[in-house]
């Protein structure tokens, strides 16, 4: 099986694949509206940010919670 992520551009589209889900040739999953709000949220972060941090600071930065973390024990 395999899974694709589809951007409907006109109406008809939609029936057309509920009409084949009717089939039983596909299956609709529809993403729920508290993932819907976590996509937005995330690409409005990205947006936001012209300048991401780098794989050696996100690195640095996941060393020093895990020592501090580690260090309670």
Same mark, same amino acid.
């Given at each position: 099986?395999?899974?694709? !992520? @589809?951007?409907?551009? !006109?109406?008809? *589209?939609? /029936?057309?694949?509920?009409?084949?889900?009717?089939?039983?040739? @596909?299956?609709? !999953?529809?993403?729920?509206?508290?993932?819907?709000?976590?996509?937005?949220?995330?690409?409005?972060?990205?947006?936001?940010?012209?300048?991401?941090?780098? @794989?050696? *600071?996100?690195?640095?930065?996941?060393? *020093?919670?895990?020592?501090? /973390?580690?260090?309670?024990?």
């Amino acid at each position: 099986m395999e899974s694709v !992520n @589809i951007t409907l551009k !006109n109406p008809k *589209a939609k /029936r057309l694949l509920e009409e084949l889900q009717e089939l039983n040739l @596909i299956t609709i !999953n529809s993403i729920s509206a508290g993932k819907k709000d976590l996509i937005k949220l995330l690409d409005s972060m990205r947006d936001r940010h012209s300048n991401p941090p780098g @794989i050696g *600071a996100i690195s640095k930065e996941v060393e *020093a919670v895990r020592k501090k /973390r580690y260090a309670k024990k």
